[in-house]
Nanobody, 125 residues
Framework: QVQLVESGGGLVQAGGSLRLSCAAS????????MGWFRQAPGKERELVAA????????YYADHVKGRFTISRDNAKKMVYLQMNSLKPEDTAVYFC??????????????????WGQGTQVTVSS
């Protein structure tokens, strides 16, 4: 069992930066691939970035590559999403999630068993 709590969302102007944090609890955190997803009103939940348990592999959605960076600290049970050069289209609720280790997918929300409550990110133009 993994519990996840996101923080760091807020209102920022276009071109600005935010750093999202996800605090995890549970004994198995370090064994999970972790993902950041987002969901805008009327849209499906989509993967923004994911990081494997040892940080050996990183995955990004095409539209955030070069702007967002995912990282983790297993000792602190934390996952981060540094978001730079934010655009109004980045506005969404951002969720932290822990992937089922037996799932073949990294990008599908259905591959993730545990979810945080989400944090709102609003980018004004």
């Amino acid at each position: 069992q993994v519990q996840l709590v996101e923080s760091g969302g807020g209102l920022v102007q276009a071109g600005g930066s935010l750093r999202l944090s996800c605090a995890a609890s549970g004994r198995t955190f370090s064994s999970h691939t972790m993902g950041w997803f987002r969901q805008a009103p009327g849209k499906e939940r989509e993967l923004v970035a994911a990081i494997t348990s040892s940080s050996g592999n990183l995955y990004y959605a095409d539209h955030v590559k070069g702007r967002f960076t995912i990282s983790r600290d297993n000792a602190k049970k934390m996952v981060y999403l540094q978001m730079n050069s934010l655009k109004p289209e980045d506005t969404a609720v951002y969720f932290c999630a822990a992937r089922n280790p037996y799932s073949a997918s990294v990008r599908s929300p259905s591959a993730y068993d545990y979810w945080g409550q989400g944090t709102q990110v609003t980018v004004s133009s």
